[in-house]
């Protein structure tokens, strides 16, 4: 049977389209890989307006599923480079995309993918864009993955559930708190775009939904002279969240005690007080400290 190419970029928001292209595929549903697939038109065009896309930008997606968000973003982008772990959804996404020369769809996982090596593709594109509807069991990882490939990105524009949203811009003393926020933080301010109820998606996810647009920045909000002791600071201070800082830190870190007094009292920070209340600016003294007294 030959079928229409779709003419109208949001045709897929409408769940009975969506249920007719997948079952003409022969496509079945894995839950394990987090396909929930957006039928929301009005989410969907907050979505790729969220990522402010300019003619001559690149997108790169992860997990286009069936094409819907890969589908809007070419229509505005120079070059889109999407990521699908599901090879089940090559022929869905062949007809979706057809006639689509500027968009090409990598079958991988995005986790296991030399991101430097795919950042070639947008070599005559003016900003790299990261767009994603993310399968929630890998978000945090594939948050990590891209903010530590090393390659140039303007902005990651992505679905998570609300609670990871919350996590993503909560402040210092919050409930919400941890090791991810100062992560993020770190490398990119945070804005929460939209909330998204679960009748959003087909089939709808079991929690609530936020899109969130990371600004990956210039330069760190901090000047940090040790990164990597900075970010085992940030991991050691949360990962006993009862503990005070002062003990946190010489488990985590197997600091003497003598040495982790002498690094708080030099970075003016009560060795009392938990991991959660400190701000970047904190564990960068912390960390920065450290560097000071164990520099030879
Ligand atoms: N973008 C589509 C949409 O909005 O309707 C689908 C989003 S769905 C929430 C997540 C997609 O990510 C699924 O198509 C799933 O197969 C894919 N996926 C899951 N794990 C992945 C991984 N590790 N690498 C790449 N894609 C993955």
């Given at each position: 049977?030959?079928?229409?190419?779709?003419?109208?970029?949001?045709?897929?928001?409408?769940?009975?389209?969506?249920?007719?292209?997948?079952?003409?595929?022969?496509?079945?549903?894995?839950?394990?890989?987090?396909?929930?697939?957006?039928?929301?038109?009005?989410?969907?065009?907050?979505?790729?307006?969220?990522?402010?896309?300019?003619?001559?930008?690149?997108?790169?997606?992860?997990?286009?599923?069936?094409?819907?968000?890969?589908?809007?973003?070419?229509?505005?982008?120079?070059?889109?480079?999407?990521?699908?772990?599901?090879?089940?959804?090559?022929?869905?996404?062949?007809?979706?995309?057809?006639?689509?020369?500027?968009?090409?769809?990598?079958?991988?996982?995005?986790?296991?993918?030399?991101?430097?090596?795919?950042?070639?593709?947008?070599?005559?594109?003016?900003?790299?864009?990261?767009?994603?509807?993310?399968?929630?069991?890998?978000?945090?990882?594939?948050?990590?993955?891209?903010?530590?490939?090393?390659?140039?990105?303007?902005?990651?524009?992505?679905?998570?559930?609300?609670?990871?949203?919350?996590?993503?811009?909560?402040?210092?003393?919050?409930?919400?708190?941890?090791?991810?926020?100062?992560?993020?933080?770190?490398?990119?301010?945070?804005?929460?775009?939209?909330?998204?109820?679960?009748?959003?998606?087909?089939?709808?996810?079991?929690?609530?939904?936020?899109?969130?647009?990371?600004?990956?920045?210039?330069?760190?909000?901090?000047?940090?002279?040790?990164?990597?002791?900075?970010?085992?600071?940030?991991?050691?201070?949360?990962?006993t969240r009862r503990k005070t800082l002062a003990n946190a830190l010489t488990g985590g870190l197997e600091w003497s005690k003598e040495l982790c007094a002498a690094v708080l009292a030099r970075a003016g920070v009560d060795g009392g007080r938990r991991g959660e209340t400190l701000s970047l600016q904190e564990f960068a003294a912390v960390a920065d400290a450290w560097a000071a007294l164990t520099?030879?």
């Amino acid at each position: 049977m030959t079928t229409q190419p779709l003419s109208n970029p949001f045709a897929l928001a409408d769940p009975a389209v969506l249920k007719g292209l997948l079952r003409r595929h022969g496509f079945t549903w894995k839950k394990r890989l987090g396909q929930n697939f957006l039928i929301d038109a009005r989410v969907l065009a907050r979505l790729i307006d969220a990522a402010e896309l300019r003619p001559d930008d690149g997108v790169f997606e992860v997990g286009p599923g069936a094409g819907v968000v890969t589908r809007l973003a070419a229509t505005r982008a120079r070059r889109v480079v999407a990521v699908e772990k599901d090879a089940c959804l090559r022929p869905v996404l062949a007809e979706v995309l057809a006639g689509l020369p500027h968009v090409e769809v990598v079958f991988a996982d995005v986790l296991k993918l030399r991101l430097p090596d795919v950042w070639g593709r947008f070599h005559d594109c003016a900003g790299v864009k990261v767009i994603a509807n993310l399968p929630y069991y890998v978000t945090t990882p594939i948050l990590f993955h891209l903010l530590e490939a090393g390659v140039r990105m303007d902005s990651i524009v992505v679905m998570v559930q609300r609670e990871v949203a919350q996590r993503l811009a909560a402040a210092p003393g919050s409930k919400d708190y941890g090791a991810l926020s100062v992560a993020v933080q770190y490398r990119c301010s945070v804005e929460r775009v939209l909330q998204v109820r679960a009748g959003a998606f087909l089939p709808p996810p079991e929690v609530d939904s936020a899109v969130v647009r990371l600004r990956v920045r210039g330069e760190p909000p901090v000047a940090v002279r040790d990164e990597q002791m900075f970010f085992r600071v940030v991991r050691a201070a949360f990962a006993t969240r009862r503990k005070t800082l002062a003990n946190a830190l010489t488990g985590g870190l197997e600091w003497s005690k003598e040495l982790c007094a002498a690094v708080l009292a030099r970075a003016g920070v009560d060795g009392g007080r938990r991991g959660e209340t400190l701000s970047l600016q904190e564990f960068a003294a912390v960390a920065d400290a450290w560097a000071a007294l164990t520099a030879t």
